[in-house]
């Protein structure tokens, strides 16, 4: 079974652009979580989704937005691009979200230079 | 949400067991205590997570103590694949894993 797939894999962005970074959950998980990981520290909460639904959010500007779509993938879109937005972005999947373990892809690695 | 305090960092030689210690004092009754390890440069790895009982599975076990201000994830055989920063998340049903800064266990040879 293929497990939480994002994409791309590595990203090079220009301060004041947008981008947009991609997330497929496990098969039959309904909750998608994303998280940004500065080096050096632990992730931080962003969003949350559950059936299409945000269930969550972390203390994040308005620039950073997402969505789900009805096959439970995701998108975390990230407007007017500073350099602190460097960072590796994870999305995590779930079956319900709640008390459940999440299962993690291998993150996109985003530089803004 | 409860705080977690870990040590930055511990070794441990490879085939004895590893011993991770986590502080949440301020844990509340309806939260769960979760394990997440992440290896260099890849996504974290869920390992376990419990409420009041102690827990095993086939990566580790989690001894809660009986005041829950304090628990212990135990690798009983650590291999070099088990070098990774370990984080102790409480979890209550608001579903937001919030991350310390975990402890670096390194498993040295």
């Known amino acids: 079974d293929a497990g939480v797939t994002q994409s791309p894999t590595h990203l090079i962005k220009t301060r004041g652009q947008q981008v947009t970074l991609r997330c497929s959950p496990i098969s039959g998980h309904k909750s998608v979580s994303w998280y940004q990981q500065v080096l050096g520290q632990g992730p931080q909460f962003i969003f949350q989704?559950?059936?299409?639904?945000?269930?969550g959010r972390g203390n994040f500007p308005d620039r950073f937005s997402a969505r789900q779509f009805p096959n439970y993938s995701s998108e975390l879109n990230v407007n007017a691009l500073l350099l602190g937005d460097s960072a590796l972005y994870l999305c995590?999947?779930?079956?319900?979200?709640?008390?459940?373990?999440?299962?993690f892809g291998q993150g996109t690695r985003l530089t803004v230079v | 949400d409860a705080k977690t305090t870990q040590p930055p960092s511990m070794d441990c030689a490879e085939g004895r067991a590893a011993n991770l210690p986590c502080n949440h004092s301020?844990?509340?009754?309806?939260?769960?205590v979760y394990w997440y390890r992440q290896i260099h440069s890849q996504g974290p790895q869920y390992i376990i997570h419990?409420?009041?009982?102690?827990e095993t599975n086939e990566m580790a076990s989690l001894i809660i103590t009986e005041d829950r201000k304090s628990s212990t994830l135990i690798l009983p055989h650590a291999t070099l694949r088990d070098t990774a920063v370990y984080y102790c998340?409480?979890?209550?049903?608001?579903?937001?894993?919030?991350w310390g800064a975990g402890t670096k266990l390194i498993i040295k040879p």
């Open positions: 419990g409420l009041k009982n102690n």
């Open positions: 301020t844990i509340s009754g309806n939260e769960y």
């Open positions: 995590a999947s779930s079956l319900t979200g709640i008390n459940t373990e999440a299962f």
């Open positions: 998340i409480p979890l209550e049903s608001n579903y937001q894993l919030i």
């Open positions: 989704y559950y059936e299409k639904e945000e269930r």
